[in-house]
């Protein structure tokens, strides 16, 4: 059921373009980019743009429908049956996830450099050919677009309809191959502006052969379609080809204080070729395209924040030179020799990175190409890391770059590190309360969570360690860090009440918030045991085993008789001793909002673990659990303290508000920085915190990820 539901939902939901354009932003003023000035912008959407069916002026080309609105005939039924209610939630959910990650990616507040293609055209990997976003200022640019690009755009979920404008680095294919496809899938997507496209000499033929070659395409899908959803006038390319003297650099573009500038390079016998820098508010990155080392790319690299470039080992490549030659390839041998000539060796650009002050060094387009950590090491991060002392990063489809624009006057940034000393996130506060951009990164550096933060709470967009979007659902797989933690033991704490008022429905534990961190311990190597207040057997909300609701935590536990002998008959917490634990843990559930912040023996326990050093957690209601509990002074524990659990919104929007305490309301009161995230379905919205050694969660979704941070504490302490 859930392969068949995760089906459906790619085929109708994330087939839904977000349709989105500037409809000011190619008019013939000011902000114009340098070049001939385009014809007056095809009709857009509302303001907002997110509208794909709103209707547009008739464009007057071909078409079945040149009138305008195309009759399409009734509605068809919605079809009854949960599994159909199911999937209209989750394509609402992820349409409003991509209006969130759109708004993220044009956020005037910060610069994102995304790599879309990384691969080489020599790929022994997955993945796309040169193609990198620049998102500033509100517009996106795009430098490049071999094969792949496209379809890479699509699955990072990059706006493309947003499209701003794209800039070519020269005719190799694997600079351009895809560029027909932008153009026609930005469209077909609901760009409703003329696309602007930057290159050298020969762009003019290039781009009229892809007007040639695509428009049947055109033709026909406005035909089907009719010319309200898909206007001719919105597909039209405009080319600008501009010419850069041998060393010199030359500005192509201009817009609202965005500037680029191309540059010659050294590629022969590939000419023209150029590299781009986009300049905006002091802040500068570099595109280096595929170039030899050069004098044009150090002037341009001078003091860059980013620069994204080429790189080849060429020390590797002589050596598969001599391989060829000895087996009689002559053409491997060949192509191994001459590629040389044009691309930077990886020492030169260490040189040039470290004496420009390069602040973060992105490779791409690395030759050779491998899909091997160990060789990469050895071929690319060792050689690079032994002369350049800034940030590096060799990447994949998905990498990702962040500069700060917004304004920070008046707010503490504060960093975290993993134990291994790579960023774990930057979130800035004020007066302790969260506020602002936040970004946090798996240890391999990649993005994996964006968090607009207005004091303390917070719209969330997460991605996937390959870069790619994740949509919120009810138990998103977690992905973490292995442990070793033998010998360690945990204390899992849960309510002991059944139903929701006196007689009313079952409920109890919620099972996840139970079961994830009970696994994600034992496979630790911890010793895991199971309370609840009153002992006995554990009451788990029904609910929790309900088809696409029931979490791969949540099935391993119905096939463990040892963890159901456990849930069968709990410790009593008041026969326990919290200290003789190295983690104590508190789940949540409907149930927990009667029992476990009015529980006296609770508090001293989590007073005297807390007093002992312990690591304490809890998730969603189990928050409620710190409400007894005092520190070293006798003041709250929660007070003044971050913290997080089920918010009165979603208990509102779950439409369960019976209970007699809720988190936020009772954190707050209890003088807690209360924060907590809200997403386009805020039943999946999750946060997980952590202060100082207590770490909560806010709904089910955060049990693995607060179990996992607890034993990092643990670690730590050994």
Known sequence: MKKLLHTLLLALGLAIPLAACDGDQQSCGDGVPVGSCPDAVGSCPDAGGSDPDAEVADSGAGGADQGGVRERGPTPDLPAGQMWEMIEAQMATMRGTQSLVRDSFLDEKMITVMVCGSNSPLPTTPGAQSCTAVFVNGQFLLFDAGDGAQRSMEDLNLPVADLSAVFITHY?????????????????????????????????????????????????????????????????????????????????????????????????????????????????????GDTADTETLHEQSRGADVLVADAMNH?????????????????????????????IDVNELAALAEESGVGTLVLTHMIPTIDND??????????????????????????????????????????????????????PYVDGVKDGTALTWYENGDLRRVVDWTMGTGRAIEYAPNGALMVPSVHP???????????????????????????????????SEMTAPYYEFLDAGMEVDVASIEGGAIPVDPLSFL???????????????AFQAKTGDALRIDDLDFTAYDVVYMAGGWGAAYDLGVSPVLGEGITAAYRAGIPLGAVCHGSLGFLNAVDENGA???????????????????????????????????????????????????????????????????????????????????
């Not at 590797?316 to 040389?340: C, P, Q, V």
């Not at 032994?386 to 006057?409: P, Y």
């Not at 797989?477 to 006196?502: H, K, N, P, Q």
């Open 547 to 561: 088809p696409n609701i029931i979490s791969s935590y949540d099935e391993r536990y119905l096939r463990d008789d």
């Open 172 to 288: 190799h294919n694997d600079h351009m191959a895809d560029l027909g496809e932008v153009i026609q899938r930005s469209w077909v997507n609901g760009r409703r502006h003329h696309l602007p496209v930057y290159g050298g000499t020969g762009l003019t033929q290039i781009i009229e052969g892809i007007e040639q070659t695509y428009e049947i395409d055109y033709r026909v899908r406005q035909a089907h379609h009719g010319a309200d959803f898909l206007p001719a006038d919105a597909v039209a390319t405009i080319p600008l080809p501009f010419d850069v003297a041998a060393g010199e650099s030359v500005v192509v573009y201009e817009n609202d204080g965005v500037v680029v500038t191309a540059f010659d390079v050294h590629h022969p016998p590939v000419e023209p070729a150029v590299g781009y820098t986009v300049t905006y508010q002091g802040k500068r990155i570099v595109i280096s």
């Open 636 to 718: 709250p524990l929660v007070e003044g303290r971050r913290m997080t659990g089920v918010t009165d919104k979603q208990v509102r929007e779950l439409g369960i508000e019976i209970t007699p305490q809720h988190p936020e309301t009772e954190l707050r009161n209890a003088g807690a920085i209360f924060e907590s995230l809200t997403s386009a379905s805020d039943f999946l919205a999750n946060y997980v915190v952590a202060d100082g050694r207590i770490v909560t969660g806010q709904n089910q979704n955060g049990s693995a990820e607060t179990a996992q941070r607890l034993m990092e504490l643990v670690e730590a302490a050994q």
């Open 477 to 511: 797989e977690y992905a973490g860090r292995t442990f070793e933690l033998d010998g360690a033991r945990a204390l899992i704490i849960t309510t002991s009440v059944s139903t929701l008022g006196e007689g009313g429905a079952a409920t109890g534990v919620f099972a």
């Open 374 to 427: 160990l060789i990469r090491q050895m071929w690319y991060r060792t050689p690079i890391q032994r002369q350049f002392t800034g940030n590096l990063m060799l990447a994949h489809d998905g990498s990702s770059v962040q500069i700060r624009l917004e304004n920070l006057d008046g707010h503490e940034l504060i960093t975290e590190h993993y134990e291994s000393g790579a960023v774990r996130s930057e979130t």
């Open 315 to 343: 020390e590797a490549l002589r050596s598969m030179e001599a391989i060829s030659a000895k087996n009689g390839w002559d053409y491997n041998a060949t192509i191994f020799h001459d590629i040389r000539d044009y691309h």
